[in-house]
């Protein structure tokens, strides 16, 4: 049997996979797509905010994607010319400079400047990357592997692919999209809002492509113009998709560049194309029983604002590791419940605010009236960094109401209390390097995880150091603090998150 079933190998399946097999586990991903079809769904440049290039560090995997983005960015320029060159190296610059910190419907959100916390590439590019880290730690990935069916019992689940073979494993993950096949089997209600606009996303070539600039809005929605060159899209507020299966004619992307531009535009060949909406929905639930969900599979809406991608790979970091000390058998079942607690209000909270982008989007002198008050608003120190923190995701927590401030944060925070062991925290070395936790502090904090250290690390401090009150803090492998308090006394929390001491 299999420790876990991944079903579904993009970016948030691959980097589930990594958690798991850093925890321990043996995971088997199933992927149903293979070549065409996974080259579509990488229409689009992905960004990935703070929240998840700062969880990516703890891993050591932000060098490699950051790495991945600035070759494609070389790329990008080379192909455009010297013209499209320029706009290329303005956003080189601002991303080295780390001023970029994302758009809330169209409105930038720009930083004064400092690490370079926010990436942008394609998805096949962050695939790739996560690819070849889940090779290289031994995961086992099954490509052209359609699931057609999941049933669990009391001992496991069992996936029944397309040609009829039978795959078991301990738990299994939803991770294969919005039109989940596991969620559906393992009837979780989905519940949510309906489509109210249609979004093309397409490589084409224009028999004139200097008649289409991008436009954020007009009478008839929008178009934008990708960096990469060919990539176009337009986005109509007309009621959403019939039939988001079809395959994308030439025919049906110039007719709505014409509603959208007014211009009698000519598409004379479409090499691919996807459509997608703003159809809203969550899952109840992110669990039920031995089988749960990430990604896409738990939760989807509008990708304006470009917050889908980073949320579902928080869904995996959140859930690898407690999934992988349960299938060991190192903790308790009941671990698995925090996982919806903690992504579920996560998830709903940016459902909210990609609603409310769509709706500052559409057409009209209302919403334009609405536009500029809140870029006036956005003037504002205080409002733009509440802005801010939404869209980069810096602003979880996980913990809210804790009577320590630093409790179900995320642990950068430590760094600026002057903590030593920073690379440790960051950098992709050390017990959270090795997805394990780390309880920093003063006083003995290695007699205090006696019998973890499978589990967790630890880091002595200057015993004139603390946190706040706290002379010592708990953080779990996904980098947020579990516990706050005097080291002696971690033994509650400690048992509470990684279950209890091995004995000698």
């Known amino acids: 049997m299999n420790d876990v079933i991944v079903v579904g190998g993009g970016p948030v399946g691959l980097l589930l996979a990594c958690e798991l097999k850093l925890a321990g586990a043996d995971p088997l991903v199933l992927e149903a797509a293979t070549g065409e079809e996974r080259r579509t769904r990488s229409l689009g440049l992905r960004s990935l905010n703070a929240r998840t290039v700062r969880s990516l560090a703890l891993r050591g995997l932000k060098e490699p994607v950051e790495r991945a983005q600035w070759e494609m960015l070389d790329e990008l320029a080379d192909r455009r010319g010297p013209a499209g060159a320029d706009l290329v190296a303005l956003m080189v610059e601002l991303l080295r400079k780390g001023q970029i910190r994302g758009h809330f419907a169209g409105l930038p959100l720009l930083d004064e400047g400092g690490e370079a916390e926010y990436l942008m590439l394609r998805q096949d590019r962050l695939e790739g990357v996560l690819a070849e880290r889940a090779a290289a730690m031994g995961v086992r990935i099954r490509q052209g592997c359609a699931v057609a069916d999941v049933a669990q019992d009391t001992a496991g689940v069992t996936a029944t692919l397309a040609g009829g073979e039978v795959v078991r494993g301990a738990y299994l993950v939803g991770c294969d999209g919005g039109r989940s096949l596991v969620r559906k089997r393992s009837g979780i209600a989905f519940e949510g809002t309906p489509a109210t606009m249609t979004g093309r996303t397409a490589v084409a ?17 929008l178009v934008n113009l990708s960096l990469v060159p060919g990539e176009i899209a337009t986005i109509e507020f007309d009621g959403g998709p019939d039939d988001r299966d079809a395959p994308m004619t030439a025919a049906e992307l110039q007719a709505s560049l014409r509603r959208v531009t007014g211009l009698e535009v000519v598409v004379e060949r479409l090499e691919t194309g996807i459509r997608y909406s703003d159809n809203t929905r969550h899952a109840r639930s992110y669990r039920e029983g031995r089988v749960l969900l990430a990604g896409d599979a738990a939760h989807v ?26 299938v060991r058998g190192a903790a308790p079942g009941s671990l698995l419940d925090s996982y919806t607690a903690e992504r579920h209000p996560v998830a709903a909270r940016v459902l909210r605010n990609t609603r409310a982008q769509v709706a500052l989007m559409r057409p009209g002198a209302q919403v334009d009236a609405l536009r500029e008050v809140l870029s006036e608003v956005l003037e504002l120190g205080e409002a733009r960094r509440h802005f801010t923190g939404m869209a980069d995701g810096t602003e979880v927590d996980y913990a809210p109401g804790s009577a320590h401030p630093l409790v179900g944060r995320f642990a950068p925070p430590l760094e600026r209390a002057g903590a030593p062991g920073e690379v440790a925290l960051r950098e992709g070395h050390g017990p959270l390097g090795e997805g394990r936790g780390l309880l920093i502090g003063t006083g003995d904090v290695g007699a205090a995880v006696a019998g973890y250290a499978d589990r967790v690390g630890s880091v002595r401090l200057p015993a004139d150091a603390g946190f706040g009150g706290a002379s010592a803090v708990l953080v779990r492998p996904d980098g947020y603090v579990a516990w706050a308090g005097d080291a002696g006394a971690a033994g509650d929390a400690l048992t509470t998150w990684f279950g209890p001491p091995t004995t000698a």
């Open 301 to 326: 809406h509008s990708p304006i604002g470009g917050q889908g991608l980073n949320l579902g790979l928080q869904d995996a970091v959140n859930l690898g590791w407690k999934l992988g000390l349960v």
């Open 205 to 221: 070539e224009l028999a004139d492509p200097g008649m289409v600039t991008s436009s954020l809005r007009s009478p008839g929605g």
